[in-house]
Structures are given as C-alpha cells and as structure tokens.
C-alpha cells in the first residue's frame, strides 16, 4: 500500500491549493454575502481546466481520476465551499454519467461543451415528495412519436441558476413501480418549457446555488436519454457513488480550513497570560481534528483509488462520505469553542464554516442513508 502521491498528483493538489488560497479564501466572505461566486472566478477555473478536470482528453478534458478530482476538491473547499461544491456537481453528477454511460454521439455532444465550462453541469433527481426516497419520483417523460414529453418540478438543484445542461430523472414507466420505472435524459436548460424556479435562501454554502428546475411539456428527441429506458436509477447510483467521495474530500476541505484556523488562533489568543494552545483542553481538541480529518481522507482516498480501478465503491463511498462529513461537524464546532465568543461573530470565518459544514451531512444523501447503504451491504 502505497501512501505517496505521485509527483503528477501532489503537483495537481499544489496547483489546486495555490488557486485557493490566493483567488478563492479573499473571496469566501463575499460569496457568502452576496449569495453568488464572482463571475472572475468561473474564468480562472475555465483557464485551469478544472470543470474538464475527469473529462477525458479526447473531448477536451484533462483525462483525470477521482483521486485527483478528490485532491482538488479538498482544496477548493478549504478555500471555498460554495465554489467547491459548484465544480463537484459539474463534474461528479454530470461529466461522469455522460462519460460511463452515454453513447459516442452523445460523448462528442457535451463533454467538450462541459470541459470547457461554456455548459456548466446539474443533477436533476429531488422532488418535492422525493428526497431521500428518490425512487419516488413522480417527474414524467411520455413517448410522443420519437420524443419524449417531460412534465414535473425539481428542487434543491445546485448550479442550477447558471446551468446549461441537466441531467433530468423522470418516470418512463406506469407499470414498473419505484426505481424501476425511471429513465436519464439530457437535458439542455435552453429547451422550451424548462424554467428555473425558487432560488433557496440557505443556512450556508450560501455563494453556491440550489434552485428549483420546472418542465413544462419539455419536448426532447429520442437521442437524450440516457442509458437504457427504464434503468435510469442504476445511473443515479452509481454517479451518487462518485458525487459522494467530493462532498467526502469538501467535508476535510472545510474540517482542514477549521483546523489551520484553530490553530492559528490558539496561538494568537492569551488568556491567563499564555497563548490558549498551552493549554491542554485546547491542544486535546486540536489532536483529535487532526487525526479524525486524517482517518476521514484515507477513506475518501480508499473510495477514489477503488473507483479508479474500475470497481464498485458503493459501501466504500457511503463510509466516506458519513465519516468524513461527522469529521466535518465535529472540526466547526470545535473551532467556534475554540474561537469562544469571538468565533459566535462574523469577525472571524469560523461562523461561515461551521454554515457550509453542516450541509456535508445531508445532499447526495443524508448521514442516516448513507448508514443504510453500508448496513445493507454488510447483511446482503
Ligand atoms: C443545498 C442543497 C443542495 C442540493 N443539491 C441537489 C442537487 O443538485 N440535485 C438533487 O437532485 N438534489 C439536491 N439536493 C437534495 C438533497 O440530496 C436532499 O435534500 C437529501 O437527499 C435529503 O432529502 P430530503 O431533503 O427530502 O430529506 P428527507 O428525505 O425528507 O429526510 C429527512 C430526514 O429523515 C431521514 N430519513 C429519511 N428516510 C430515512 C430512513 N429510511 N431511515 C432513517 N432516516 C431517514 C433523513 O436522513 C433526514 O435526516 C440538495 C439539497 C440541498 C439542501
């Protein structure tokens, strides 16, 4: 077992922390603020090739792995979790079903479009009455002639205010009940009847944004499915198996930014006329962040070598993702203890971090699933 990087892989986590610490920590408090990342900072991820980072060469990507895709979004998020979560979705939940499961006509269509970033990507599965039962979905997608009609509503899309291509999950079948009636499509946000709805005012990760998507007789050609009829659930999975190890690596983003910030805080900060580090309750908690984010990355890192090789890293993905996002929570709440009242104000970055930590234990599945998922496997 091999726990170096390669040169190639420590040069891309090199590149992606030089990029966040200077263009994305100055901004972290004003995307926050204004609910929006800059439009700059859309332009340098173009220029760095990071929304074609798993794209493969051939249509226009850099051609990498889930290891590095994982480096950089440690990275991005330690920087910014609102930018993070914005080129994991691109590339998790879209580059990746199009690359594993599209048809060649299909590739050569929107990988080159999405590697560039002139279509930034979203994922279309939660309803209103469908979350964690995502097999409940109720959104339609009715054959007329050669096309499909699509019909439904769609929430809590992220990207979804800027995006130009979705990838939409609809009911293609009465008689098959649950997750078995679903098919993928690809959908362009320009065609007629696709709308984008409420924008959520959210408790963080507030730069990043999560809409509502509306289809109205949505008319698509027979070319934007997906996969096979009616086996658009195994899809959603499988790309589920992927987003999760990036919400994995942006909950040690966010843990290791509380991290470097307790620290640095512990040394600044004298009470009893001594720095708060000499004291052993605050050194205790600054050990146990280390070694937890440390446990949490080996596992995020496990999941993404496993899904490199080419197997299925469903149990290994859900138990990165639940511990890495508890390591999360557990990083920002001690921070903000450590920070004491000070950490309780918009003074210091803890209060925003402790914000986005929080929705790490609930999109792409919540910590109760993802529990599911593991126990499941173990009693199969
Ligand atoms: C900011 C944000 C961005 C998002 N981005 C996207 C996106 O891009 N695309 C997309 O499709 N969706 C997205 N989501 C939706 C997200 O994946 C869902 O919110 C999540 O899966 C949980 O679903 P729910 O909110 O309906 O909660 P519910 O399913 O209603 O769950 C509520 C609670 O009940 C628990 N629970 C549910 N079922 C069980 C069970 N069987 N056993 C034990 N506990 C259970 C859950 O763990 C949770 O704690 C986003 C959500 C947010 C908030």
């Not at 030089?18 to 603020?33: S, Y």
């Not at 009636?181 to 690809?186: D, P, V």
């Not at 470097?260 to 004291?279: H, M, W």
């Not at 993905?317 to 511990?323: C, G, N, V």
């Amino acid at each position: 077992m091999d726990f170096q990087l390669t040169e190639d892989q420590a040069m891309v986590r090199d590149m992606a922390r030089d990029f966040a610490q200077k263009e994305l920590v100055p901004r972290a408090r004003k995307h926050d603020e204004q609910g929006s990342i800059d439009p700059e900072v859309f332009g340098i991820l173009k220029e760095l090739g990071f929304w074609g980072f798993t794209i493969p060469e051939e249509h226009g990507g850099a051609g990498l792995g889930n290891l590095e895709l994982a480096l950089l979004l440690e990275e991005l998020n330690a920087g910014c979790a609102s930018t993070g979560v914005t080129v994991s979705v691109h590339n998790s939940l879209l580059g990746s079903p199009i690359r594993r499961f599209g048809t060649q006509a299909q590739m050569e269509q929107w990988l080159p479009q999405l590697a560039t970033g002139d279509r930034i990507g979203c994922y279309c599965l939660t309803e209103p009455n469908a979350g964690s039962d995502a097999g409940g979905l109720i959104t339609s997608a009715v054959r007329d002639g050669d096309d499909w009609i699509l019909n439904g509503t769609k929430i809590f899309v992220t990207n979804g205010a800027f995006a130009g291509l979705a990838i939409v999950y609809a009911r293609t079948s009465t008689e098959l009940k649950g997750p078995k009636g679903i098919s993928a499509f690809l959908v362009p946000m320009e065609t007629p009847g696709v709308s984008v709805g409420k924008a959520e005012k959210k408790t963080g990760i507030r730069g990043s944004s999560t809409t509502e998507v509306l289809l109205e007789n949505v008319r698509l050609p027979a070319s934007a499915l997906l996969g096979e009829e009616n086996r658009g659930f195994p899809i959603a999975m499988d790309t589920l198996d992927g987003g999760r190890i990036g919400i994995a690596a942006q909950a040690i983003g966010i843990g290791r930014a509380c991290l470097e910030a307790s620290i640095k805080y512990a040394k600044d900060r004298e009470q009893f006329g001594s720095p708060i580090g000499n004291f052993q309750a605050i050194q205790w908690k600054l050990a146990d962040m280390s070694t937890r984010l440390d446990a949490a990355r080996l596992l995020v890192h496990r999941a993404a070598l496993t899904r490199d090789a080419g197997e299925r890293v469903t149990p290994q993905a859900a138990q990165a993702k639940l511990f890495a996002s508890t390591v999360a929570n557990f990083c920002a709440d001690e921070c903000l203890q450590i920070h004491g009242g000070a950490g309780y104000t918009d003074d210091f970055e803890v209060e925003r971090l402790f914000r986005d930590a929080r929705i790490t234990e609930i999109y792409e599945g919540a910590t109760d699933i993802q529990r599911i998922v593991i126990a499941r496997n173990l009693l199969a």
